[in-house]
């Protein structure tokens, strides 16, 4: 059984009084464990397409099962659970609370699903030491630079165990050396046997998936695994 | 609980992050409270330095008199019109009433009181048994009060109030001093302790001679009658006792069966109904115009709340993106609000009964800090928070996610 499961996909957003098709009839399946890269130009639909299968929206048309569960009928709370604990989100743009310390962001999913502060500390350390920040846990973002917010955002995507990791644009705010740096954080954690799914327009950020989707005006215009020759990282 | 505990940490963080927006909201919030609290706590005060006031006749004891008090202009006209109460008639009911432990009789009149050169004019002098100090707990500060034998022998003693002592004997000994009330001679035998004022006016300004001296001099009291001041054994006879008193009384005034009284019964406890009836208008209005500005107050709440919640949009797209759920973004707001509304309450309730405690000094009352006024302040504050709050505070919770993170 797929992880992800998607049928005839569509998201509609009504304009005045034209209608935007931002994606159009997707269809797509993805195991547990693979390392999946979304490809596709800006306006594309892939941005769609990740709020989607992030469970941030809820399609149009079309069905989408995460885990065998039916995603579109869920109320506002059965998709902030889904996000809680099987979505671990990487943004462009981090997404930390900036007057927090990365402990706190990190903790952050586990105080909406009530584990007690104790452990919550416990795993939140832990995930900060898995992405080696464990000297900067109590730095707040405005203290670290790009790459290190980065990986404070991983570790808050790491914290809860989640079913998938997705990352949109993960690199999109980070310089070439430092964007290769959190690259390879995820190529170890696709090696640990985590699900990752990265969203880029960068031909070199694909390359570290196994298998590259290309969207382009919302439909799914190419699905090909990269052999494991060219793939950048793993070597 | 855990997540419970949690966001009311996330919310007090916030608001020590944003000491400024905090402290104007908190501003807003005092000043609303403090205003309720002194208005409620000055009123309060006044109440109960009325009921002190009254007490002082104590639970058992009642007043009789032609005409007590008039609710409309019409029942004045009639009541006004009654017989006056008669030394005769007081004196029947001293002699036939079984239930009345004591009965005081007594007249009042204003005159000129002469000391020297010292002149003092309408001095409310007040013609009443010797065992009026017995009845009403009037405190004796020098000297004594008549005794029966001054009374049976009207002898022409005086028991002076505070202002009359003062005004003619300031720094000397008044008690054998002879004053002169409306040409006659009379001996000081005791000064009343001080009572201070009530409603701006002094308490201190009588006099009071024998009854029997008073009747002597001023004769008969035509216009007001004769006053009774009557207790009964006990607080359970009260009823009883009246009911007596007002049997003698009809049957002495010669009042058909099919008529009501020609006269005013009357407790303490009656007297305060009374004056409770009165002011309650002006009280409703004072507290209605202070709340005003706890309804300014909370839209002070209301108008921060949504100025954070707009500038942290961001932040509830994050935390919605990481599973916050709406009542989890819905608490955290709400608690803010509640937690500045309700400090901003303490204060108020602290800073209003100070500021009560100060007016009413000024016209010699002291107030207590009282459990309802306390409680009420509280209910009402944090009320504020909620219901101002809960608006903001649900705009926060259902923004969509993606639109609150891509936001600017």
Redesign the interface.
């Known amino acids: 059984m797929s992880m992800i499961r998607t049928e005839d996909l569509w998201r509609t957003y009504v304009m005045g009084s034209e209608q935007l098709h931002a994606l159009r009839s997707v269809t797509l399946n993805i195991d547990k464990g693979e390392y999946v890269a979304i490809m596709g130009p800006s306006g594309s639909g892939k941005s769609t397409l990740m709020n989607l299968i992030g469970c941030l929206d809820t399609p149009t048309k079309g069905e989408y099962w995460l885990n065998g569960k039916g995603v579109r009928t869920m109320n506002d709370n059965e998709l902030a659970n889904i996000r809680n604990r099987e979505i671990g989100f990487v943004f462009q743009t981090f997404n930390l609370l900036p007057r927090a310390s990365a402990l706190h962001n990190v903790e952050l999913p586990l105080i909406y699903n009530g584990t007690p502060a104790a452990e919550r500390s416990k795993k939140a350390k832990l995930a900060l030491e898995k992405v080696e920040l464990g000297d900067r846990m109590y730095h707040k973002p405005s203290e670290l630079s790009g790459g290190q917010r980065q990986r404070v955002a991983v570790a808050r995507a790491l914290v809860n165990d989640p079913s998938i990791i997705l990352a949109d644009e993960p690199t999109g705010n980070l310089d070439s050396k430092t964007s290769e740096e959190i690259m390879k954080l995820l190529d170890t954690l696709h090696r640990q046997g985590n699900t990752i799914i990265v969203v880029t327009h960068e031909a070199s950020v694909a390359r570290h998936a196994h298998r590259v989707l290309s969207i382009l005006d919302g439909q799914i215009a190419g699905d090909e695994t990269i052999p494991e020759h060219e793939r950048n990282g793993v070597h | ?3 419970f505990t ?2 009311f940490r ?1 919310s007090l ?1 916030a608001l020590v ?1 944003n000491k400024l927006r905090s402290g104007l909201t908190f501003l807003g919030i005092i000043i609303g409270v403090t205003s309720v609290m002194t208005i409620v706590s000055a009123l309060e005060g006044m109440q109960a330095a009325i009921r002190e006031d009254l007490e002082t006749l104590g639970p058992s004891t009642f007043m009789v008199a032609k005409m007590m008090t008039a609710m409309s202009e019409q029942e004045f006209l009639d009541k006004i019109k009654r017989k006056p109460i008669t030394v005769d008639m007081a004196e029947a009911v001293e002699e036939n009433c079984v239930l009345c432990d004591k009965i005081s009789p007594r007249a009042f009149e204003d005159a000129t009181v002469k000391y020297g050169s010292e002149k003092l004019n309408n001095i409310t002098v007040m013609g009443g048994s010797s065992n009026f100090i017995d009845i009403v707990d009037m405190d004796v500060a020098q000297g004594q009060f008549h005794s029966p034998e001054d009374d049976l022998y009207k002898r022409k003693v005086a028991f002076v109030g505070d202002l009359v002592r003062e005004t003619f004997f300031e720094g000397t000994d008044p008690l054998g001093k002879t004053i002169k009330i409306e040409g006659d001679k009379y001996m000081v035998i005791g000064v009343a302790k001080r009572r201070g004022q009530m409603f701006g006016e002094s308490q201190d300004n009588f006099l009071i001679i024998p009854f029997s001296t008073f009747i002597g001099q001023f004769g008969e009291p035509r216009r007001q009658g004769v006053f009774l001041t009557i207790k009964a054994a006990s607080v359970e006879q009260l009823e009883e006792t009246m009911d007596e008193v007002r049997v003698i009384l009809r049957s002495y005034r010669k009042v058909p069966y099919s008529e009501p009284d020609d006269f005013d019964l009357m407790t303490a406890d009656n007297v305060l109904d009374l004056l409770n009836q009165f002011t309650r208008l002006f009280r409703l209005s004072l507290i209605g115009i202070s709340a005003i500005s706890l309804v300014i107050g909370g839209i002070v709440v209301m108008n921060i709340m949504m100025v954070s919640v707009t500038e942290r949009t ?2 509830i ?10 009542r ?1 973004i819905l608490m955290q707001f709400l608690f803010e609000a509640v937690v500045l509304t309700l400090t901003g309450g303490l204060v108020g309730i602290v800073a209003g009964f100070l500021i009560a405690r100060v007016l009413t000094a000024q016209i010699d009352m002291s107030i207590q800090p009282s459990a309802v006024a306390i409680i009420a302040g509280l209910v009402i504050s944090t009320g504020i928070g909620l219901i101002f709050g809960v608006y903001p505070a649900m705009k926060a919770a259902r923004l969509d ?2 639109k609150a ?1 891509s936001y600017e």
């Open positions: 609980m855990a997540i949690s966001i996330i963080g992050a961001r932040e797209g994050i935390r919605k993106s990481i599973g916050a759920k709406q989890h996610p993606i993170l």
